[in-house]
């Protein structure tokens, strides 16, 4: 199981930004997929899930409206898009595979700060 996640950055409060996160290593269309995010010396997060068809969507609360889970299951990508983005959503986003929960790829890191 291979993780590569990317699109992160420093942005503005109220901003967006997009994440990646591409799989390969196991049959993607066939598994959850989830998105995290890891504060230093906080609890890891989660943060979004989505099914193996796109058809089912939770969010945390402290996200819901304001982020969208989305998956390409032709391109074994997961993404986030992330709007209206608060200080409080800084942190490491990680994609992680909710059955091989030991696999996980580099994150990536999103800042939002003025």
């Known amino acids: 199981v291979q993780l590569v996640e990317s699109g992160g950055g420093l942005v503005q409060p109220g901003g967006s930004l997009r994440l990646s996160c591409v799989a390969s290593g196991f049959t993607f269309r066939n598994y959850v997929m989830s998105w995290y995010r890891q504060v230093p010396g906080k609890e890891r997060e989660l943060v979004a899930v989505?099914?193996?068809?796109?058809?089912?969507?939770n969010y945390a609360d402290s996200v819901k409206g304001r982020f969208t889970i989305s998956r390409d299951n032709a391109r074994n990508t997961v993404y986030l898009q992330m709007n209206s983005l608060k200080p409080e959503d800084t942190g490491v986003y990680y994609c992680i595979v909710p059955s091989f929960e030991s696999y996980r790829g580099q994150g990536t890191q999103v800042t939002v700060s003025s």
């Open positions: 989505i099914s193996n068809t796109g058809g089912s969507r």
